[in-house]
């Protein structure tokens, strides 16, 4: 008994003890991930925030003054009055593949970027590259059409980035670039890794792996950064919570300025807001610094038009609209509109969004305009705001750096038209002299403000929160990433990260192959071959009924998944090309068609959003989702049935009441709340567990299975309560049956009776519940895992809705609702083995 007891606390102390990140590792939090990893062929920001400067680089960079530095490229010179350039490259530079940088890798990279079929965020300004030559391996010039003084910042951009020739085709799932870092690991849903690369062409990075991790909840974001399981959030999602986490000695803020103008943006085209009045009285009637106060925890800057302050071509305008609601109103009866009107504002499903856009309807309310807020999500927004201009308002921040350009674009979302302003960005393209753009850049400002084309209201900054050890971090603020080549803890010397042992899926897989065999072998034997075939023919037919309902409910949906992928600021004919591309352009039956075979032959279709294959995709969650959903089980079983016997046993007695009183307690309080207490008390108050988060395989099984104890907790109480009650309601009625009297009567022991006579008489409804809770835990559990942000199968479900991704929610959801009907299967199976009468009531 010693030793046993010996053996557990053993355990329990490998399990509890303090997780020790390796000093040269970096956990990295942010908000989304990437739909892919390939810079140059989509518009996503969570694209560079991984991958430019790490993986990737440019010909150029730019620094937080704006200024341009060389990179990959030594210098360049213009000449022909801004169209011709030359660019002198760094030799002896090579991609981590191997292949060599040169002009035929740079010429490469921008035929790319400008062809037909490009999804490049800048593919139309790329085209206006009208020949490249390579002056040798070391040096390459550009021609363009007309002069444009904004060329050699756009090579400073994420779009820009210079990629392999030989690897274009991978760079989505596997990139190659020339960065300090290259390309590890992804664990869809959960982290990216990226590991030094040690023969980086400049100064090698000190860190010796980044790992990021995919967090939008801002509760699982404080958490996470609290309990320090991340050394670094550089966009924090919560600005309520910075100041507690400010006064954690532990922990430093780090509050720097974005290119993110969050602007109130109004459709222009019809209606009160195509008249100049209205929509200057709307940008008197905003409190700036309210919003700011109220929205962003006082953590912002208050603009007057479209450009980040902290640019040295930036001019203070916000006193062109100052907060003055009586003029608004007086403008609005000059405008015709004595009484006010209704309009309708959409908001996307950022927090800074929702939570700016119900202040401004407050404000606009104040002057008599009416507003409706309506709440989308991402696809829907795109969809009716940004696609199709059907929305009067709209709450959004615009981060894409040097992007005043959008107001010169003839159909954009807002529809904004000037003469004016379209002559001002052409004489700013034609420059390249330096006073010359700044002076024009002031006045394109200032149209703007004039013009009211947007309310303006403020710049969003990055708000930061980062371990106080943690030195070297370079924020390029431009473009919108940090540059983590000279990021370093304090102190910590350089070293190579531990591995371990992980956890492996095929021999479950095959475990339960075997079981589920022999079960079928003995349940034919028992009850019957046309019984079962039966059985199975219902199984199938409810399938193909549930995938057909799957298909067209997913496809009738509103959202385009291009749009989605690509971004705001994406083209029609990069849209056009993505549609093609994922086969989006069919007819529904075909499409139909063809995924339902490829699921008979094991194929479940490639994923919109991740270009990989989504059975991988699902096998990734599974090795998260199974070992989760087993636990759970086990313990609710282990809790909740031998609870409802010993209330059976002891009925109507203290005990029975208060084993009902804590089955009542469980199915009150939901698992993820649960969750929540949990980790309030145990991750961050004791520091027993993590926070949250699945360590890779390199972690070692502890880590593993350290990660999953709390969920499994908050999983299994709320399915516990449930079992010990069905187990007492359903033994209190097989108690009283006369076969039970009878079997006492015969001098039976209480223990045997219960145990072997009432148990599985009672067994019948506990699993009918035993088989709804599975598919339940397996995939249901979303809530669970956005809470320990666990990449498990319920939350691919979320994300994947969230990104308009079909192929794959087709494939979850089929999973979940075939998991149900399997799990309901398997049940009728077991009562039917349990009790034969079953067997022959239903048609043996």
Not at 246 to 256: E, F, K, Q, V, Y
Not at 474 to 485: A, E, K, M
Not at 730 to 738: C, R, T
Request: glycine content about 8%; overall charge neutral; proline content about 7%.
């Amino acid at each position: 008994m010693r030793h046993t007891l010996a053996t557990l606390l053993t355990l329990i102390a490998i399990l509890i003890a303090p997780a020790a990140w390796a000093s040269d590792t970096l956990h990295v939090g942010i908000q989304l991930e990437p739909p892919h990893l390939d810079p140059t062929q989509g518009a996503a920001a969570a694209i560079p925030e991984v991958a430019f400067n790490t993986i990737y680089e440019g010909l150029l960079r730019v620094g937080t003054d704006d200024t341009l530095h060389p990179l990959l490229a030594t210098g360049w010179t213009v000449s022909q009055g801004g169209r011709h350039y030359e660019f002198a490259l760094r030799h002896g530079v090579r991609f981590h593949d191997g292949e060599p940088f040169d002009a035929s890798a740079v010429i490469a990279s921008f035929q790319r970027a400008a062809a037909k079929d490009s999804t490049n965020i800048h593919a139309e300004a790329w085209r206006e590259i009208v020949a490249m030559h390579a002056i040798g391996p070391d040096k390459v010039a550009f021609d363009l059409a007309e002069p444009d003084g904004g060329f050699p910042t756009r090579l400073a951009l994420s779009d820009a980035a210079i990629i392999p020739p030989g690897a274009v085709d991978t760079l989505k799932t596997h990139p190659v670039g020339t960065g300090p870092f290259r390309f590890a690991a992804w664990q869809r849903g959960d982290s990216l890794t990226l590991d030094r690369n040690p023969s980086y062409w400049g100064t090698p990075a000190h860190l010796a792996r980044i790992t990021f991790r995919f967090i939008a909840d801002p509760n699982a974001a404080f958490a996470a950064i609290k309990s320090g399981a991340l050394d670094i959030f550089p966009t924090f999602p919560a600005p309520e919570t910075l100041a507690e986490l400010g006064h954690d000695p532990r922990l430093s803020l780090a509050i720097n300025p974005s290119e993110g103008e969050v602007i109130l943006a109004m459709n222009q085209r019809q209606g009160p807001l195509a008249n100049l009045l209205v929509r200057r009285a709307i940008s008197h009637a905003i409190d700036r610094r309210a919003l700011i106060d109220g929205a962003m925890a006082g953590y912002g800057t208050p603009i007057g038009s479209h450009f980040p302050p902290q640019s040295p071509d930036y001019v203070d305008l916000t006193g062109v609209y100052p907060y003055n609601p009586a003029l608004a109103r007086q403008l609005l009866t000059q405008a015709g509109y004595p009484h006010g009107f209704s309009l309708v504002l959409k908001l996307p499903p950022p927090s800074y969004a929702r939570r700016t856009g119900e202040l401004v309807a407050a404000q606009l309310r104040a002057v008599g305009i009416a507003v409706t807020i309506r709440n989308l999500e991402w696809p829907t927004w795109l969809e009716e705001v940004f696609l199709h201009h059907q929305f009067d308002l709209t709450v959004i921040d615009h981060a894409e750096p040097y992007d005043y350009d959008i107001y010169a674009k003839k159909d954009y979302y807002f529809g904004y038209q000037s003469p004016a302003y379209d002559a001002l960005m052409a004489q700013l393209k034609a420059s390249t002299d330096p006073l010359e753009r700044h002076r024009l850049l002031g006045e394109i400002q200032r149209r703007l403000a004039e013009d009211a084309a947007n309310a303006f209201l403020y710049q969003a900054p990055i708000l930061g929160v980062q371990d106080k050890r943690i030195t070297g971090i370079w924020v390029n603020s431009p473009t919108q990433v940090l540059d983590y080549q000279a990021a370093r803890f304090a102190g910590a010397g350089e070293g190579a990260s531990s591995g371990g042992a992980g956890l492996g899926g095929r021999s479950f897989a095959i475990v339960v192959g075997v079981v589920a065999l022999a079960g079928l072998a003995l349940a034919g034997r028992r009850l019957g071959a046309r019984w079962l075939l039966i059985r199975i023919g219902v199984l199938a037919a409810t399938l193909l009924a549930t995938s057909v309902v799957i298909f067209v409910l997913l496809n009738v949906a509103p959202g385009d998944p291009a749009a989605t992928m690509l971004g705001i600021d994406a083209s029609p004919r990069a849209i056009a090309a993505l549609h093609a591309e994922l086969g989006l352009d069919g007819p529904p039956l075909a499409r139909f068609l063809r995924w339902i075979a490829g699921v008979l032959h094991g194929d479940l279709g490639t994923s919109f959003t991740y270009r990989v294959p989504v059975a991988g995709l699902v096998t990734e969650r599974l090795a998260v989702s199974l070992p989760l959903a087993a636990g759970a089980a086990l313990l609710a079983l282990a809790l909740g049935v031998p609870a409802g016997v010993l209330a059976a046993r002891h009925p109507d007695t203290l005990v029975d009441k208060a084993i009902g009183l804590i089955a009542r307690i469980g199915l009150a309080v939901p698992d993820f709340w649960l969750g929540v207490l949990l980790v309030l008390v145990f991750a961050l108050g004791l520091g027993w567990f993590p926070a949250g988060g699945f360590p890779g395989r390199e972690a070692g099984l502890s880590a593993l299975l350290k990660a999953l104890v709390l969920p499994v907790v908050a999983l299994a109480m709320p399915q516990a309560a449930i079992l010990a009650r069905i187990t007492r309601a359903s033994l209190g009625d097989v108690l009283e049956q006369d076969f039970i009297r009878t079997a006492r009567a015969k001098g039976l022991s209480e223990t045997a009776v219960l145990w072997r006579h009432a148990l599985p008489n009672a067994a019948a409804p506990v699993l009918a519940i035993v088989g709804l809770q599975i598919p339940y835990l397996l995939a249901g559990s979303a809530l669970v895992e956005q809470v320990f942000y666990l990449p498990g199968l319920g939350r691919l479900a979320i994300q994947a809705i969230g990104q308009r991704d079909l192929i794959t929610v087709q494939a979850v959801v089929l999973l979940m609702a075939a998991t149900t009907v399997v799990a309901s299967f398997v049940v009728d199976l077991a009562q039917a083995l349990i009790d034969p009468r079953v067997a022959r009531r239903t048609g043996r």
